[in-house]
């Protein structure tokens, strides 16, 4: 099982794959969709593809636009951000796991 814990976006892409797994449309599950090659590639399980919409980003703006919920636009931006916060978070944390010594380099040593 692959560990979201702490990771930016956390929340989002939790939501999300719950939806995704009952087969729900909502703006988190259809934020989640948009990147399911990357999320497969970091080992998350997600519903076949042809269980999703073929049109992910344009189905996810529209359900934001169809909700009303201000700038429909600025929604659609911000869960694209927070997904790729998440993303680069999550594959920095498995890039670490594979490589001890990366972990090591990635802190620069304490100087006196």
Known sequence: MVDLDGLPGEAL????LEDLARG????EALTVALATGRL??????LPEESALP???E????ALLVARGEGDAYARYNAL?????????????RLRRAQDPAARSSSRPANTV
Do not use: H, T
Not at 24 to 27: D, G, I
Not at 58 to 61: I, N, P, T
């Open 24 to 27: 729900a449309r909502s703006a």
């Open 54 to 56: 073929d049109d992910r």
């Open 40 to 45: 497969r590639r970091c080992g998350l399980a």
């Open 13 to 16: 892409v939790r939501r999300g």
């Open 80 to 92: 694209r951000r927070e997904l790729d916060s998440f993303l680069e978070a999550l594959e920095a």
């Open 58 to 61: 344009l189905a996810l703006y």
